[in-house]
Nanobody, 124 residues
Framework: EVQLVESGGGLVQAGGSLRLSCAASGFTFARYAIGWFRQVPGKEREAISCISGKDGTTYYTDSVKGRFTISSDNAKNTVYLEMGSLKPEDTAVYFC?????????????????WGQGTQVTVSS
């Protein structure tokens, strides 16, 4: 059974940092990617960043490039999202998901396996 468990969300002031973790189990990470997505009420879920378990290829959406860094510890089946220079518009529920491991140069497409989400709130 695929399981994805996020942790690390919270409240932070603008300009601050947070690190999110996604602990994954039930699948072979080397065959997939894991991605971070976020959603605010009334809007569609947005792909933020993904990383291939096969070769470490990464994807970032334009709004977080240079501020967020995705990484993985394959031995622990855990993916991290280091978020820096946070802005109020980064406020959202952040989810990790199993993702398609190809085409990460241009997009990150999730499979229908999601964590429960973790709230990130950035105050101004």
């Amino acid at each position: 059974e695929v399981q994805l468990v996020e942790s690390g969300g919270g409240l932070v002031q603008a300009g601050g940092s947070l690190r999110l973790s996604c602990a994954a189990s039930g699948f072979t990470f080397a065959r997939y990617a894991i991605g971070w997505f976020r959603q605010v009420p009334g809007k569609e879920r947005e792909a933020i960043s993904c990383i291939s378990g096969k070769d470490g290829t990464t994807y970032y959406t334009d709004s977080v490039k240079g501020r967020f860094t995705i990484s993985s510890d394959n031995a622990k089946n855990t993916v991290y999202l280091e978020m820096g220079s946070l802005k109020p518009e980064d406020t959202a529920v952040y989810f990790c998901a199993l993702a398609v491991p190809y085409g990460l140069a241009i997009q990150c497409i999730p499979y229908d396996y999601w964590g429960q989400g973790t709230q990130v709130t950035v105050s101004s």
